[in-house]
């Protein structure tokens, strides 16, 4: 269900690569290629900095080093890229306050979406059904994957997902492998930190990046 927003491959090259919370430096000199088409799987034990590198390229943390964003032969502007990004990090923003069908409209409304798409995606999200329960009443497992399903509602080609497949049963670590390659198969990049190991489809184009504790 993903799109990409306008033509031509997207490219990420990182070259020596770091980042520094405070006075500590989290990771450095950190190097990985990942295209449109593939997954780069990030992982790491606890404090590797896992988490830190996505929000690196989320822009929510600066970043040393080279980071070079293409798509096709042009350099990709930072403004472009981040408004055809999707960052689910641990902190899920789901308001609690809201029924599942809210929680996605004001998701799909902030991003640009699809009203007509938000049934569908809680159907996928296995959340069908449930559209009119306060979010709040939700268990940890349904919560993220509500927080997931903003994945369909608004498609976007670039895809930074914080250990995906936490809380989620073995049903659940399915449905984010499907989520994932299709996503790699319409042409979509996936940058994914997991300490799990996340079993896509033996063809797709996969790589590995393991982070060491500094």
Not at 27 to 32: L, R
Not at 73 to 89: C, Y
Request: proline share 3%; hydrophobic share 40%.
């Amino acid at each position: 269900m993903s799109n990409n927003i306008s033509p031509g491959k997207i490219h990420l090259h990182a070259r020596d690569m770091s980042c520094r919370r405070g006075d500590r430096t989290i990771f450095s000199g950190v190097g990985f290629q990942v295209s449109g088409g593939e997954a780069l799987m990030v992982r790491g034990a606890n404090g590797s900095g896992k988490s830190s590198l996505l929000m690196c390229l989320a822009g929510i943390l600066p970043a040393g080093g080279d980071i070079s964003w293409t798509r096709g032969d042009s350099n990709l502007p930072e403004s472009d890229r981040l408004e055809m990004l999707h960052f689910i990090g641990h902190l899920n923003a789901i308001k609690n306050e809201l029924t599942l069908a809210e929680n996605l409209q004001f998701w799909s409304a902030m991003s640009g979406g699809e009203h007509s798409r938000i049934t569908d995606a809680l159907e996928q999200a296995n959340l069908a059904g449930l559209g009119t329960y306060k979010a709040g009443h939700l268990s940890a497992g349904q919560r993220h994957r509500l927080s997931l399903a903003r994945l369909l509602v608004t498609p976007r080609p670039i895809w930074l997902l914080d250990e995906p497949s936490s809380a989620l049963d073995r049903q659940g670590d399915r449905w984010v492998a499907a989520l994932i390659a299709r996503h790699m198969n319409s042409g979509g990049l996936a940058i994914v930190a997991t300490h799990l190991p996340i079993a896509l489809d033996m063809n797709a184009k996969m790589r590995t990046l393991e982070l060491e504790n500094v």
